[in-house]
């Protein structure tokens, strides 16, 4: 099981908008370079793009929730 970190300390957002579909959910396949969330950082958003490949995503933080750098996002299989 491989993780993906947040590589800045921010706000974890997994949709670009709240009206908008998340960039991946539960259980999703993700490939490397994947966009599967946003770290807001004083009003300026980063992507976070997976650096693994895998057949299922779990989510360990949630939406809107506070991160530091090197938090665990997700666990990817």
Avoid: W
Avoid at 14 to 27: L, V
């Amino acid at each position: 099981m491989a993780q993906l970190h947040s590589h800045l300390p921010g706000t974890f957002y997994r949709s670009s908008a709240p009206d908008k579909p998340p960039f991946k959910t539960e259980g999703d396949a993700v490939a490397v370079g994947d966009v599967i969330g946003l770290i807001e950082v004083m009003k300026s958003f980063h992507e976070v793009k997976a650096e693994v490949a895998g057949s299922n995503i779990r989510f360990v933080c949630d939406n809107e929730e506070p991160v530091m750098a090197g938090a665990v996002l997700a666990e990817v299989d």
